[in-house]
T-cell receptor, first 116, second 114 residues
Framework: AQTVTQSQPEMSVQEAETVTLSCTYD???????LFWYKQPPSRQMILVIR??????QNATENRFSVNFQKAAKSFSLKISDSQLGDAAMYFC?????????????FGTGTRLTIIP | DSGVTQTPKHLITATGQRVTLRCSPR?????VYWYQQSLDQGLQFLIQ???????AKGNILERFSAQQFPDLHSELNLSSLELGDSALYFC?????????????FGPGTRLLVL
């Protein structure tokens, strides 16, 4: 079974600084998808960024980028120029590329605090 | 706003009762997923529907059931409720179940069982 591990329950960063959230996963599959979702105090789950395992290039979305290390099964999220609105729980999620198995498996989350 | 709607937003009920949670997917989305977020279990996949048919089951209790209707909205029925069923229940949708499709989440229904 696939598992997703987020070893940092809490992180904090000064506003305008850069922070990196860690995620590792365990799978025997060669093709899969990885996601970072953000859950602000409103509890809405918001997609931040996604990465296809077959792509070597790391995904970027504005101030958000990932460091995908397939061999190490590592998928970290870097947030640059942190803003107060980035304060939230961040969940790493895995989805296999198998037909018929499209569920997301989530990590336990990292609570990010932004210090003004 | 993801375009996925869920009603009600909040639900307070007593043990032993039955409730129905409703989800309307984004316009054009055929696949619906239900997830449960609780303090002790984290975010867990419950069940998935595609175009009215059940497609995959996760850690869904026998007391729970779901369906997707011809207009593609979905309902999650929770019966014989226990204190431990208190959680945030999310519905997500995607255009198809294809692996490359992103799942967009609704705002969730917060269930409190007293």
């Amino acid at each position: 079974a696939q598992t997703v591990t987020q070893s940092q329950p809490e992180m904090s960063v000064q506003e305008a600084e850069t922070v990196t959230l860690s995620c590792t996963y365990d799978t025997s599959e060669s093709d899969y998808y990885l996601f970072w979702y953000k859950q602000p105090p409103s509890r809405q789950m918001i997609l931040v960024i996604r990465q296809e395992a077959y792509k070597q290039q790391n995904a970027t979305e504005n101030r958000f980028s990932v460091n995908f290390q397939k061999a190490a099964k590592s998928f970290s999220l870097k947030i640059s120029d942190s803003q107060l609105g980035d304060a939230a729980m961040y969940f790493c999620a895995y989805r296999p590329a198998n037909f018929g198995n499209e569920k997301l498996t989530f990590g336990t989350g990292t609570r990010l605090t932004i210090i003004p | 706003d993801s375009g996925v709607t869920q009603t009600p937003k909040h639900l307070i009920t007593a043990t032993g009762q039955r409730v129905t949670l409703r989800c309307s997917p984004r316009s054009g989305d055929l696949s619906v997923y239900w997830y449960q977020q609780s303090l002790d279990q984290g975010l867990q996949f419950l069940i998935q529907y595609y175009n009215g048919e059940e497609r995959a089951k996760g850690n869904i209790l026998e007391r729970f059931s779901a369906q997707q209707f011809p207009d593609l909205h979905s309902e999650l029925n929770l019966s014989s409720l226990e204190l431990g069923d208190s959680a945030l229940y999310f519905c997500a949708s995607s255009v198809t179940p294809a692996q490359w499709e992103t799942q967009y989440f609704g705002p969730g229904t917060r269930l409190l069982v007293l």
